[in-house]
C-alpha cells in the first residue's frame, strides 16, 4: 500500500448507537442518515441533505460507519455487553494522492465512554474482523483503528 502524500479532500462522519435506530451525521451538516433495522417496516434509510452536496468520501465514511456500528452491536451481543448509551464512530475518509496516483486511507474511531479499555479494544477489533466495509477495505488502503474510552 502506498501512503499518501497529500491529502486532497477528507470525508467525516459521527455515527450514533441508540435504542431509536442508528443516525450518521456528516461533520459539517451536509449529509444526516438514519437508518433503521433490516427487519423493521420502516424505510432502511432517510436521507436529508444539506447544499453542498457531500463528497464521496462522506458518502463512504457514512455506509462504512453505519456497518461498522452494527457489527459492534452484533459482537457485543455475542459477547452479552451492554453498550453505552452514547456509544458512537467516527470514520474519516481521506482521499489523497501521492504523485499522480490517487489513494484513500481512512481512521476509524470508536467511542465507548465508560468501558474498560481492554474490553472496548476487544469489542473494536472484533466489529472490524466482521464488518464488510472493513473486509472490502483490508489491505487495500490504510486504515487507524482507534478506541476512546473517556
Given at each position: 500500500?502506498?501512503?499518501?502524500?497529500k491529502?486532497?479532500?477528507?470525508?467525516?462522519?459521527?455515527?450514533?448507537?441508540?435504542?431509536?435506530?442508528?443516525?450518521s451525521?456528516g461533520?459539517?451538516?451536509?449529509l444526516?442518515?438514519?437508518?433503521?433495522?433490516?427487519?423493521?417496516?420502516?424505510?432502511?434509510?432517510?436521507?436529508?441533505?444539506v447544499?453542498?452536496?457531500?463528497?464521496?468520501?462522506?458518502?463512504?465514511?457514512g455506509?462504512?460507519?453505519?456497518?461498522?456500528?452494527a457489527?459492534?452491536g452484533?459482537?457485543?451481543?455475542?459477547?452479552?455487553?451492554?453498550?453505552?448509551?452514547?456509544?458512537?464512530?467516527?470514520?474519516?475518509?481521506?482521499?489523497?494522492?501521492?504523485?499522480?496516483?490517487?489513494?484513500?486511507?481512512?481512521?476509524?474511531?470508536?467511542?465507548?465512554?465508560?468501558?474498560?479499555?481492554?474490553?472496548?479494544t476487544?469489542?473494536?477489533?472484533?466489529?472490524?474482523?466482521?464488518?464488510?466495509?472493513?473486509?472490502?477495505?483490508?489491505?487495500?488502503?490504510?486504515v487507524?483503528?482507534?478506541?476512546?474510552?473517556?
Open positions: 500500500m502506498s501512503k499518501i502524500e491529502v486532497l479532500a477528507t470525508g467525516k462522519t459521527h455515527t450514533m448507537h441508540s435504542s431509536a435506530g442508528v443516525t451525521r461533520h459539517n451538516g451536509t444526516d442518515i438514519a437508518l433503521s433495522p433490516g427487519n423493521s417496516t420502516t424505510p432502511a434509510h432517510v436521507f436529508t441533505t447544499q453542498p452536496h457531500p463528497t464521496a468520501e462522506q458518502l463512504f465514511a455506509a462504512w460507519s453505519a456497518c461498522y456500528i457489527a459492534v452484533l459482537v457485543a451481543k455475542e459477547m452479552k455487553l451492554e453498550l453505552p448509551s452514547d456509544l458512537a464512530v467516527d470514520i474519516e475518509v481521506d482521499l489523497g494522492q501521492t504523485g499522480a496516483d490517487y489513494f484513500l486511507q481512512a481512521r476509524l474511531n470508536l467511542r465507548a465512554p465508560g468501558l474498560p479499555q481492554d474490553v472496548a476487544q469489542l473494536a477489533h472484533a466489529a472490524d474482523a466482521i464488518c464488510p466495509y472493513s473486509k472490502a477495505t483490508r489491505g487495500n488502503i490504510e487507524a483503528l482507534n478506541v476512546f474510552t473517556s
